[in-house]
Nanobody, 124 residues
Framework: QVQLVESGGGLVQTGGSLRLSCAAS????????MGWFRQAPGKEREFLVQ????????YYDDSVKARFTISRDNAKNTVYLQMNSLKPEDTAVYYC?????????????????WGQGIQVTVSS
């Protein structure tokens, strides 16, 4: 059974950084992509970035491209989201998700597996 577990969230001041982790287990993910999404209070969940397990290629939403970086550690089956220059509007619950395939996909409904989510709060 596939499990995704996020960690690394918390409270940070404006301009600060956080690194989220998503530990994946339950199968081999070489043919999968991992994505990060977030959902702010009262808003729909939005796509941020995805990475292909096989070649590490990333696809970013323009809104975070300059500040967020996705990476993976194949040996640890873990995906990371480095977030820099954080703003209060980045406050949200952040989710990692997994799906089969390597092409860029931003539609959350195409992702089969989801983590439980982790809170990120950026204070002004």
């Amino acid at each position: 059974q596939v499990q995704l577990v996020e960690s690394g969230g918390g409270l940070v001041q404006t301009g600060g950084s956080l690194r989220l982790s998503c530990a994946a287990s339950g199968r081999t993910f070489s043919d999968y992509s991992m994505g990060w999404f977030r959902q702010a209070p009262g808003k729909e969940r939005e796509f941020l970035v995805q990475i292909s397990w096989s070649d590490g290629s990333g696809y970013y939403d323009d809104s975070v491209k300059a500040r967020f970086t996705i990476s993976r550690d194949n040996a640890k089956n873990t995906v990371y989201l480095q977030m820099n220059s954080l703003k209060p509007e980045d406050t949200a619950v952040y989710y990692c998700a997994a799906r089969v395939g390597t092409e860029p996909v931003t539609d959350e409904h195409k992702y089969k597996y989801w983590g439980q989510g982790i809170q990120v709060t950026v204070s002004s």
